[in-house]
């Protein structure tokens, strides 16, 4: 009892900032999937990723087989939905977009990325929805600022070069942006389900049945696109960036937004996970090879500046103050 209080006073009072730090984990991402692109289909790179990830989590499935066993069908939807859509096609598309930016990985192409990067944008939008009609979450008038400054630090961030680029749209940029909508509309509704889903059970099972749910998913998107070179193109030389993918932004990355989601309102979470997008532009700000040399410049500070304040503030201002929870769900939010 005396170490789970002050786990549960520290996931509390920083959910929200965890949710931001988890989600600017994914972005490590970028140091492994762009060669792999180069060489295999984006349904071949998250079959491969989502089996070692799952290989890892067996056994905390196997220990928690009774709770399980105790899952209500409404439980075992939300983690089949969060499974087929954010995990697997979510996942797909999402990667098969980046392979439009980096079909030349010593030329990427910026304007491609700054589309898909714009379209990301667009999930808090569809996650504040979902969490109104699924989870009855209310927002007060003080969210509404925060959650656009939010927006507004990243859009700087994205488009620092030319604010209007978004709205001059090529062909690959349109394709590219078709895939990234449909994977952020998933990826706002996988939020809200994680949320609904960590009432009844444990983050780390959470986790666990997202990677285990979708391999038979994965496995047919891949047999279906690939046929009988399905398990072809695959070399002992892609281990290491597959290692990389699997142990931070996957298996580190996901267990702890899930144990900080299991805190945070899902209005909330889906503004937070705006960290991705900025920790993968400060990425790209590194030096080669970790990054493109490209040194932020002030508007791009600025931007950070605006997104971080905006996040630590909703942190601060969680629950009753900015979010109206119905009241037996803010009661589980407060037990969690």
């Given at each position: 009892m005396s170490l789970s209080a002050p786990r549960?006073?520290?996931?509390?009072?920083?959910?929200?900032?965890?949710?931001?730090?988890?989600?600017?984990?994914?972005?490590?991402?970028?140091?492994?999937?762009?060669?792999?692109?180069?060489?295999?289909?984006?349904?071949?790179?998250?079959?491969?990723?989502?089996?070692?990830?799952?290989?890892?989590?067996?056994?905390v499935l196997i220990a928690n087989g009774a709770s399980l066993r105790r899952l209500s069908g409404r439980r075992w939807l939300a983690l089949a939905a969060i499974a087929i859509g954010?995990?697997?096609?979510a996942t797909v598309l999402f990667t098969k977009a980046i392979g439009y930016s980096f079909a030349n990985p010593a030329a990427p192409n910026f304007d491609v990325l700054h589309e898909v990067y714009l379209l990301y944008l667009l999930q808090p939008i569809f996650g504040i929805a979902f969490a109104r009609i699924f989870l009855g979450e209310r927002r007060k008038r003080s969210f509404w600022p925060l959650a656009a400054i939010a927006l507004l630090g990243v859009y700087l961030i994205v488009f620092?070069?030319?604010?209007?680029?978004?709205?001059?749209?090529?062909?690959?940029?349109?394709?590219?942006?078709?895939?990234?909508?449909?994977?952020?509309?998933?990826?706002?509704?996988?939020?809200?389900?994680?949320?609904?889903?960590?009432q009844d059970v444990s983050f780390p099972v959470t986790t666990s049945m997202r990677f285990v749910l979708a391999l038979p998913v994965l496995l047919v998107i891949v047999l279906?696109?690939?046929?009988?070179?399905?398990?072809?193109?695959?070399?002992?030389?892609?281990?290491?960036?597959?290692?990389?993918?699997?142990?931070?932004?996957?298996?580190?990355?996901?267990?702890?937004?899930?144990?900080?989601?299991?805190?945070?309102?899902?209005?909330?979470?889906?503004?937070?996970?705006?960290?991705?997008?900025?920790?993968?532009?400060?990425?790209?700000?590194?030096?080669a090879p970790v990054g493109q040399a490209a040194p932020l410049r002030p508007i791009e500070l600025f931007g950070a500046v605006l997104l971080v304040v905006s996040v630590v503030t909703l942190?601060?201002?969680?629950?009753?103050?900015?979010?109206?929870?119905p009241h037996e769900r803010f009661a589980a939010a407060r037990s969690a």
């Open positions: 549960s006073r520290f996931l509390e009072a920083g959910s929200v900032v965890l949710v931001g730090v988890a989600a600017a984990l994914w972005a490590f991402d970028a140091y492994f999937r762009p060669g792999l692109t180069k060489q295999l289909s984006s349904g071949q790179i998250v079959l491969v990723e989502d089996l070692l990830i799952s290989i890892c989590l067996v056994p954010p995990q697997a096609v620092a070069d030319d604010p209007t680029a978004p709205w001059q749209i090529r062909n690959p940029e349109l394709v590219a942006g078709a895939l990234v909508l449909g994977a952020v509309i998933m990826w706002a509704g996988g939020t809200v389900l994680g949320r609904y889903a960590l279906v696109d690939k046929g009988g070179a399905a398990f072809s193109g695959y070399s002992v030389s892609q281990l290491p960036s597959f290692l990389g993918i699997v142990l931070v932004p996957g298996l580190v990355a996901m267990l702890l937004y899930y144990l900080a989601l299991s805190n945070t309102p899902a209005s909330l979470a889906t503004i937070a996970e705006l960290g991705y997008p900025l920790a993968l532009f400060l990425i790209f700000s590194l030096p942190n601060f201002l969680k629950t009753r103050d900015i979010i109206e929870l």
